[in-house]
Each structure stands twice: as C-alpha cells, then as structure tokens.
C-alpha cells in the first residue's frame, strides 16, 4: 500500500525557514515521481515543486523558485522541501504527492497523496 506522511509545517514570520518531509512507504520510492502543492482557504490546490525519480529533473513554481527547494534521500525514502525566505502568502496546507511518470505540476497527474501539513506565514 502506498503512503505518504507529510509533517515540518509550522507558524514562522516572514522572511523566516521551514523544512518539510515526506515520508514515503509501500512503492519502489526511487522511481516515483513526487510532487509538493498547496492549497489556501478558497483557492485551487496548486503545484509548488516536483523531482523526477530517475534522473532528479526538478522543477518549481514561478512563485517560489529561488526561495524553495526540493530533494529528496531514497536510502530514508523521504522527500524535503527546503522553504527560505517565506511569504505571507505561502500559507497554506502543504501536500506531498506521488506516482509514475514525469514530473507534473498538475494535481491530477498523481495518485497518491499524503496528509497535508499547514504553513503559517505571519506578516
């Protein structure tokens, strides 16, 4: 069975650092495409970052390239995203996501998904 566990989430004031953690079980991890997306209160779940498993191809919002980073350690079967830099308008539930294929920054693209885990940007 596939799961995921997202956790790191947190209230930080602006400017401030977060790293979150996915933990992934139950599928050939090193294969698997993950993907990191938000969702706001009202708004559309939208993708923040993903990392192909074979080749660790990456790519990353418009909003958040140069401040986020993703990598991930297959020997602990986990995916992190380094948050620098945070915005007030970074909060939101943060949701870790996998599947098979090429990196996608379309929610629909992917299967399984972890809880989420809320971001909380103070101004």
């Known amino acids: 069975e596939v799961q995921l566990q997202a956790f790191g989430g ?3 004031q602006a400017g401030g650092s977060l790293r979150l953690s996915c933990v992934a079980s139950g599928f050939n991890f090193e294969q698997y495409i993950i993907g990191w997306f938000r969702q706001a209160p009202g708004k559309e779940r939208e993708g923040v970052s993903c990392m192909d498993g074979h080749d660790g191809r990456t790519v990353y919002a418009d909003s958040v390239k140069g401040r ?3 990598s991930r350690d297959n ?3 986990t995916v992190y995203l ?3 830099g945070l915005k007030p308008e970074d909060t939101a539930v943060y949701y870790c996501a996998t599947d098979r294929g090429r990196c996608s920054m379309w929610h629909r693209a992917y299967e399984w998904w972890g809880q ?3 971001v909380t940007v103070s101004s």
């Open 10 to 12: 947190g209230l930080v």
């Open 68 to 70: 986020f980073t993703i």
């Open 75 to 77: 020997a602990k079967n």
């Open 82 to 84: 380094q948050m620098n």
């Open 116 to 118: 989420g885990t809320q």
